[in-house]
């Protein structure tokens, strides 16, 4: 990527990023039209107050993880994640979607999306850790399956959080699996022809507050698979893939002074495009 994206951005330059976005695209389709009866009997609550290296199941009824209803994203959430911070993260993480939607030109070459994603980011108050990798690369390992790709990029960069951040991923992936209704709507979500592109954060909170997380942003083309039909369990007989993946913490300031303009854009609240992942 061109930039590292280390220090947040001058309210000049935020202005200026902002006037510059094209109209935020209306998504129609049948996942947005599922998502209410998808939130359906998920629980709400408020996180558990244990610290970042906690990441299991409590009994507050928060949700493990949100998952797009019309972009391909999860966005699992460890215990001790404060509401407001849940709130400040969906709301960031939506305008990065809708704002790289909005400037993808239809091009197959999906370097520059990634650059958009990222820019939409820093603007939403996510600032760079370092260790950010962007790589291709091919494979004809038949043993290789999706879940344990992502496991091993993140957890390649995850540092000294790394056993909280497997913990969690494991953890959201073999619930992710488990829920055909969210799984589905995800796999749809990633699809077009024989690319699936998608992302997944896992968000810690730091023991000062501050949200961490962990992108990853895969493309794969999947020419040839075998296995089960949905797409976390598929066994992947050749591939070829592009993986951005970047640590980064969360200025909540920066992210306070453009969250009407991410509002004001994306035309709602964060939580209305996602659904929950019970624990």
Known sequence: MKNNYNTAPTKEESINYFKGLPPCPQVV???GARSARLMEGRPQGVPGASGMMDVQSDDSGNDLASVGTDESVVIAFADGVSPEN??????SMKFA????RAQDNGNLDRLQWLENYEKAMFHGGWLGLGGKHLTEFSSSDVSLTM???VIDLI???AGPNKAAVLQ???LTLDKLQGDDALMKLFEQNSKKGTISSFRIMPCLESPTGIPVTYL??????HASYTGGALFWKWSVSRLSIRELVSGLNFDLASHNDN??????YIKGNAEDFFAGLPR
């Open 29 to 31: 389709s049948e996942s």
């Open 86 to 91: 849940r709130s400040a993260v969906l709301l």
């Open 97 to 100: 979607e809708a704002a790289a």
């Open 147 to 149: 879940d344990s790709l």
């Open 155 to 157: 957890g390649a960069i």
């Open 168 to 170: 969690l991923l494991s």
């Open 216 to 221: 990853l942003a895969l493309e794969v083309d």
């Open 259 to 264: 969250k009407h303009l991410m509002r004001d």
